[in-house]
């Protein structure tokens, strides 16, 4: 197995796969936002369940978009590799910045650099600019991943299904955020306010781990030895070789060969040699007419002719 192979094999190529990863992934989605509105319930039994707390950055939701983000900085160093290997050598660099990033993010989703960033803009610049200051990270965040977005959306520009879910999900991830820090207002209690939010931004990281899924999928599918492997794994078929082999196999001795054909009859499962002797004027290995394969009955053949 080539090493083009291993790389190729970390990218599901049946789309089947992306709607089963989806499903799964607004599952546990409902689930976590139906626990987040039975928590007061419970927690008047259990005490407060940190783990189920939305707003804390130590809760399921947290761990999970942070694990996500992970997986998309694996899934970008991919792409990273196949660019270079598909396209162009020179091409790819951006992805290996937008895996660098989404490791940055799975960071902050746990250990939060945006506080620190909003303090220090604080402090340096004097006002909070809005309400807590919330917007001074959300500028550099805008600026330093909206550089990044962009290059990444002109790459993914020839491939639709990619560039349409990306750009789903920088919407999402732009309206979960202005909805948290209060600069869009909607009709909702506090609860189902932060219900919201988490919804869009969990959906928003699921769909672009799904759209550099599909960008690696285009990649892949587009080497036609990788996918001719694919199609023929799918449907359970064999992969031709590069260099056909025949039925028959000559033998070549001096000046004399033998073709040997293998008779298979579904009667006898053993094999039967039989010997033609070749013409003496005729160039060994470059027959001058080519061999006529007459089928005798449903299930054997005859002897291979040779003029």
């Not at 094999?9 to 709607?19: C, R």
């Not at 660099?93 to 990033?101: G, H, I, Q």
């Not at 506080?115 to 809005?130: A, D, K, M, N, W």
């Not at 869009?184 to 550099?212: K, M, W």
Request: glycine fraction near 6%; hydrophobic fraction near 50%.
């Amino acid at each position: 197995m080539d090493q083009r192979t291993d790389v190729t094999e970390l990218i599901p190529k049946a789309l089947g796969s992306y709607w089963l990863i989806f499903f799964g992934g607004a599952t546990v989605v409902a689930g976590l936002e139906f626990a987040y509105y039975q928590l007061p319930a419970w927690s008047e039994t259990l005490g407060h369940l940190t783990p189920l707390d939305l707003t804390s950055p130590n809760s399921i939701m947290a761990w999970c978009l942070s694990t996500l983000f992970l997986l998309s900085a694996g899934v970008a160093l991919i792409n990273s590799r196949l660019g270079k290997r598909y396209d162009d050598p020179d091409k790819g660099d951006v992805w290996f910045w937008t895996a660098f990033a989404m490791v940055l993010l799975s960071l902050d989703m746990q250990v939060l650099f945006r506080e620190t960033i909003r303090g220090v803009l604080i402090h340096v610049s004097g006002t909070p600019l809005y309400q807590n200051g919330d917007v001074w990270w959300l500028a550099v965040y805008a600026f330093v991943f909206g550089l990044i977005a962009i290059r990444l959306l002109q790459d993914m520009w020839g491939y639709p299904p990619a560039c349409l879910l990306f750009s789903l999900s920088i919407l999402g991830a732009i309206f979960a955020q202005l909805l948290k820090i209060g600069i869009l207002h909607i009709s909702e209690t506090p609860e189902g306010v932060i219900a919201i939010q988490t919804t869009v931004e969990a959906f928003a990281v699921l769909l672009l781990f799904l759209s550099f899924l599909l960008f690696g999928r285009r990649q892949v599918l587009r080497d036609p030895q990788v996918a001719m492997r694919w199609f023929a794994r799918v449907w359970k078929q064999a992969v031709p070789a590069t260099k056909p082999t025949t039925a028959a196999q000559k033998i070549t001795s001096g000046r004399e060969s033998a073709v040997y054909v293998q008779a298979l009859p579904p009667q006898s499962p053993t094999l039967e040699p039989i010997a033609v002797a070749p013409k003496s004027d005729r160039t060994i290995g470059q027959p001058k007419v080519r061999p006529v394969l007459d089928k005798e009955a449903d299930d054997a053949f005859t002897l291979l002719k040779a003029s």
